[in-house]
């Protein structure tokens, strides 16, 4: 059914219509909005047989969520930015115990300083704790792939995060074809665990392991992502076949063919990059975009194969290593290891700064013509940096950096400024 609704409204939808057993939730923005309408399905009976759990911090959450998941039941939570810092250490369990739980990401910036807007960050934080990680690009996908995730998950006994842009994504308000049960009940089938609690058959999960098997339970792990690559574009064309929709897979391209350069990048500003690709290409620029549907497991020959005709690769990303640059483009790079092609990253859309085609055009620009640093930062204020470097130099006590910033451009009195 095609509704008009925000996009956290959709995703509880999608979770909902996959009769999750055990909702575990604990509220911080931009995802509440995801589990309150979920708390409110389970209230009015909407939502069936399914213990909604209010905790009291997202550690709380996700180790409730490993608890009810190891007794067999289907289970689903929600969490961003600091909060998914707050649950780390239960992250890291949920994956090397092989729960297969689902949980969105509203993505954020992580402080300090203090930022409640759009980056990757918190991602891109646990990307090797062993979850699979799946960016969906639009809210109609944030749907689409919440409903493979569980599958996915499940058929797997790993644990899915779909990473959606915070606010850009979770409050926006457009048209979403939402499935009805008997299309989800014929994707998704009852949940069969591969492990599970049971007083009449005792085990134990989460071992002590010592270094005479650490090294295979850790190998499988990395074994069990490795089959996720043939796994998760499988499960993609079973929905396709149901709902008619391709919303999955590991990448998707967009006028690659002929591109000397190839713009790459992951979540919902790839609708922005293709409209400035269509532009460069009505002015004769040959340049196309992939994005990355799949960053764990990371889909190393899907990419090389993808790119290796081109020119040169501009990796454009919402998060940054500090000291190193780019998470992203460091596993493009990766990818194409032998491949003669030259890799450029930009950062940009730190902490939700807006990112324009008018600031994309010139990128492209520079891009084509050889003219981008190594890493680049779009839209950087050098006049700002600079002024706060030379503070810096000047004055032993120079002050906070945020704050002094803040000052600089105007957002807090500057009178105290140096």
């Known amino acids: ?99 297969p739980i689902v949980m969105t990401v509203g993505n954020r910036a992580i402080g300090a300083p203090i930022n409640i807007w759009n980056d990757q960050t918190d991602s891109m934080s646990v990307r090797d704790a062993g979850w699979i990680q799946l960016f969906v690009e639009d809210n109609q996908q944030a749907v689409d792939i919440h409903i493979q995730a569980f599958k996915i998950a499940e058929r797997l006994s790993l644990p899915v995060m779909v990473c959606m842009d915070g606010f850009i994504l979770t409050h926006a308000y457009e048209g979403i074809d939402v499935p009805d049960q008997e299309q989800v009940d014929k994707f998704l089938p009852p949940f069969e665990p591969r492990q599970s609690l049971d007083p009449n058959d005792p085990i134990s999960l989460g071992a002590m392991v010592g270094p005479e098997a650490y090294t295979e339970v850790r190998y499988l792990a990395h074994h069990k992502q490795t089959q996720a690559l043939d796994l998760i574009p499988e499960i993609n064309e079973e929905f396709k076949q149901i709902f008619g929709r391709d919303s999955g897979g590991l990448i998707s391209t967009y006028n690659i063919e002929d ?19 269509d532009e460069q290409r009505s002015q004769g620029a040959k340049i196309g975009a992939l994005t990355i549907r799949s960053f764990r497991p990371f889909p190393f020959e899907a990419i090389r194969s993808a790119l290796e005709g081109a020119k040169r690769v501009v990796v454009f990303e919402k998060c940054l290593a500090v000291g190193l640059g780019g998470i992203v483009a460091t596993n493009v790079r990766l990818a194409l290891d032998g491949v003669a092609v030259t890799v450029y990253t930009v950062i940009g859309g730190l902490g939700g700064r807006p990112i324009t085609r008018k600031s994309l055009h010139h990128l492209f620009e520079n891009a084509v013509k050889d003219e981008l640093e190594e890493v680049t930062f779009l839209d950087l204020k050098t006049d700002v940096v600079e002024r706060e470097l030379e503070r810096e130099r000047q004055l032993i006590r120079s002050g906070s950096i945020a704050e002094n910033i803040l000052r600089d451009v105007g957002v807090v009195d500057a009178a105290k400024t140096a």
């Open 1 to 99: 059914m095609l509704k008009q609704i925000e996009g956290s409204h959709g995703v509880a939808e999608a979770v909902a219509l996959c009769r999750p057993e055990v909702i575990c939730c604990y509220p911080i923005t931009p995802q509440t909005h995801i589990v309150e309408d979920l708390g409110a399905l389970v209230k009015s009976g909407k939502l069936e047989n399914c213990e909604y759990i209010n905790v009291e911090s997202e550690f709380g959450a996700l180790s409730v969520g490993i608890g009810s998941s190891a007794a067999g039941a289907r289970t689903y939570t929600a969490t961003a930015s600091q909060g998914m810092l707050f649950m780390a250490e239960a992250v890291y369990n949920a994956s090397g115990l092989g729960l």
């Open 259 to 277: 591109a000397d350069t190839v713009i790459v990048t992951l979540g919902s500003v790839i609708g922005t990059i293709q409209e400035v690709v």
